[in-house]
C-alpha cells in the first residue's frame, strides 16, 4: 500500500502527527511508500500574510519549509521527493480537494490521509471542510483523525461498521486483507432491523427470510476469516438507538485501535448531514479508515 497524507502545516498538534505517521507506517509497510501533499491556496491566512516571504515563494517553497519543520518537530523524517507542494489561485475547498485528489493519482497511491477540525451545523456550510469534501469526491481510500483521536503504538483489533448490503461481502474481504497485514483482529458490526430478534408476528415469512439471510452474512464472515487465517468476531445488535452509536459502543467493548467504514454519501447528502459514516468520522475517538465503493 501507498499512502499521500495531506499535510496541512500550520498549528499542527505533535502527537497527533506522530500518530498518523506511526500508523501509516504500519498500514503501508514502509517509510518510503508515505509521501505528503499539500494544496497551498489564497484561503489560507497563513500564506497570504506571510509578508516576511517573497510573493513568489510564498505558495511554493515557503509551505514545503513548513512541512518539512513541522515533521521533524514531530520527529518524522521525509525525504525531499516524499513531499509535493501545489500552489492554486483559489479560495474554493473543492478545488483545492480536486488539486489533491489529482496528486494522489499521479502518485499512484491506494490512500489518503488527513485531519479534519469536526465542524458541525452552520460553520461546516460556510467554512467548508476539506476532508469532508474529500469523502464524497475521492475514490481512493480514505484514513481519516480528529481533534480527539487517540492513536495506538500498534493496532492489535480493528473494527469494520457492514452493513450487510450488496457490497459487504468485498468489503469485508478488504478489512480482512488488512488486519492480516497487521496481525490484529477483526470485529465485524451490523445493526440489524428489529424483527432479527423480535416481531409481532414470530411466524411471518419476510421476518424468517430476514433473520436467515443476516445469519448466512454472519456466518460467511467466520468462514472466510477463517480461511485466511483472521481472528475475527460478529457483532450484530438490533436496537431502538442509532447504528453509529450502537456500533462506536461495541467498539469501545472490543477496544478497537483502528475504525473501518465505507462512503456511500454524495454532495446532497453532505449538505443534509445524518450519514453513519459523517457521524463516525465527527465523534470517533480513534483513527477511520473510510473504504470507498468500487
Request: hydrophobic content about 45%.
Amino acid at each position: 500500500m501507498r499512502a499521500l497524507w495531506a499535510f496541512e502545516p500550520f498549528h499542527q498538534n505533535q502527537q497527533s502527527v506522530k500518530g498518523m505517521h506511526d500508523l501509516l507506517l504500519q498500514l503501508t509497510g514502509r517509510p518510503a511508500h508515505v509521501e505528503y501533499g499539500f494544496i497551498a491556496t489564497r484561503a489560507q491566512a497563513e500564506l497570504n500574510l506571510a509578508f516576511h516571504v517573497e510573493a513568489k515563494d510564498r505558495f511554493s517553497t515557503y509551505p514545503r519549509q513548513l512541512i518539512f519543520d513541522a515533521l521533524r518537530k514531530a520527529k518524522v523524517s521525509a525525504r525531499p521527493q516524499q513531499v509535493h507542494v501545489r500552489g492554486r489561485d483559489t479560495f474554493s475547498t473543492t478545488e483545492a480537494v480536486d488539486a489533491f485528489l489529482k496528486l494522489a493519482r499521479q502518485r499512484k497511491v491506494d490512500c489518503v490521509a488527513l485531519f479534519t477540525h469536526g465542524r458541525k451545523g452552520y460553520s461546516r456550510l460556510a467554512l467548508g471542510s476539506f476532508a469532508e469534501t474529500a469523502i464524497h469526491r475521492s475514490a481512493k481510500n480514505l484514513l481519516i483523525a480528529g481533534p480527539k483521536t487517540r492513536f495506538s503504538k500498534n493496532v492489535k483489533s480493528a473494527f469494520l461498521f457492514s452493513d450487510f448490503g450488496p457490497k459487504a461481502k468485498k468489503q469485508v474481504r478488504e478489512a480482512l486483507m488488512l488486519a492480516r497485514g497487521l496481525q490484529a483482529r477483526l470485529t465485524v458490526f451490523h445493526a440489524a432491523q428489529v424483527i432479527y430478534k423480535w416481531s409481532l408476528d414470530e411466524s411471518d415469512p419476510e421476518v424468517l427470510a430476514y433473520r436467515k439471510k443476516t445469519d448466512r452474512m454472519k456466518n460467511w464472515i467466520l468462514s472466510e476469516a477463517e480461511r485466511v487465517g483472521v481472528a475475527c468476531d460478529v457483532r450484530v445488535t438490533s436496537a431502538f438507538n442509532s447504528a453509529s452509536e450502537l456500533g462506536l459502543a461495541e467498539a469501545a467493548k472490543a477496544k478497537a485501535d483502528l475504525l473501518i467504514v465505507t462512503s456511500k454519501v454524495g454532495p446532497l447528502e453532505a449538505l443534509v448531514g445524518g450519514s453513519v459514516t459523517r457521524h463516525i468520522i465527527r465523534t470517533a475517538n480513534r483513527p477511520v479508515l473510510v473504504l470507498k465503493s468500487r
